[in-house]
């Protein structure tokens, strides 16, 4: 059973730094694509940012570009988000997603951690 | 970035009835859209991809249909745990986008 799990949410104050894991199982984990998407309160759902398997191609949205950096640990099953100069409009809850092998599509997902930016 | 319009943003609708959810993109995508279903409190779920294929597992109910800019999720005849948040997302260029949200009330 594909399980991703995601942690390190919580509350920051703007300006702050927050780093955001994903656990991945029941999958070959080296073999995907990954990816973080978010959703404000109340709010629909945004892509921040995408991870190649071997992590060697790499995109994000332009509403976190030079703040956040996604990485990845193949050895250890478990994708990352590091977040610096966190704004209030950063609060959401964030999700890992997996990407399809067959099809761009984002085809399991995390249960979410929220991060909330406030002072 | 290419912009994902849902309509209609809210659906009032009954058990058993036959409901349709369009999606409209501001520039051809092909078959590039996928569609996803979200619960209150819960992750997004993949319904439909490639515009028409379902995903494992997702009940025949469900369907999707539609090319270029033009899209439909269509549900034959509801359940009740089919009350929830309905989504489309291209998949044609980066920055992947999403429409709005459907959100689909029981009548």
């Known amino acids: 059973e594909v399980q991703l799990v995601e942690s390190g949410g919580g509350l920051v104050q703007p300006g702050g730094s927050l780093r955001l894991s994903c656990a991945a199982s029941?999958?070959?984990?080296?073999?995907?694509?990954m990816n973080w998407v978010r959703q404000a309160p109340g709010k629909g759902l945004e892509w921040v940012s995408y991870i190649s398997s071997s992590s060697s191609t790499i995109y994000y949205a332009d509403s976190v570009k030079g703040r956040f950096t996604i990485s990845r640990d193949n050895a250890k099953n478990s994708l990352y988000l590091q977040m610096n100069s966190l704004r209030a409009e950063d609060t959401a809850v964030y999700y890992c997603?997996?990407?399809?092998?067959?099809?761009?599509?984002?085809?399991?997902w995390g249960q979410g951690t929220l991060v909330t930016v406030s002072s | 970035d290419i912009q994902m319009t849902q309509s209609p943003s809210s659906l009032s609708a009954s058990v058993g009835d036959r409901v349709t959810i369009t999606c409209r993109a501001s520039q051809s995508i092909s078959s590039y859209l996928n569609w996803y279903q979200q619960k209150p409190g819960k992750a997004p779920k993949l319904l439909i991809y490639?515009?028409?294929s379902l995903q494992s597992g997702v009940p025949s109910r469900f369907s999707g249909s539609g090319s270029g800019t033009d899209f439909t999720l269509t549900i034959s005849s509801l359940q009740p745990e089919d009350f929830a948040t309905y989504y489309c997302q291209q998949s044609y260029s980066t920055p992947p986008t999403f429409g709005q949200g459907t959100r689909l009330e029981i009548k």
């Open positions: 490639a515009a028409s």
């Open positions: 029941g999958f070959t984990f080296s073999s995907y694509s």
């Open positions: 997603a997996r990407e399809g092998l067959d099809w761009p599509t984002f085809d399991y």
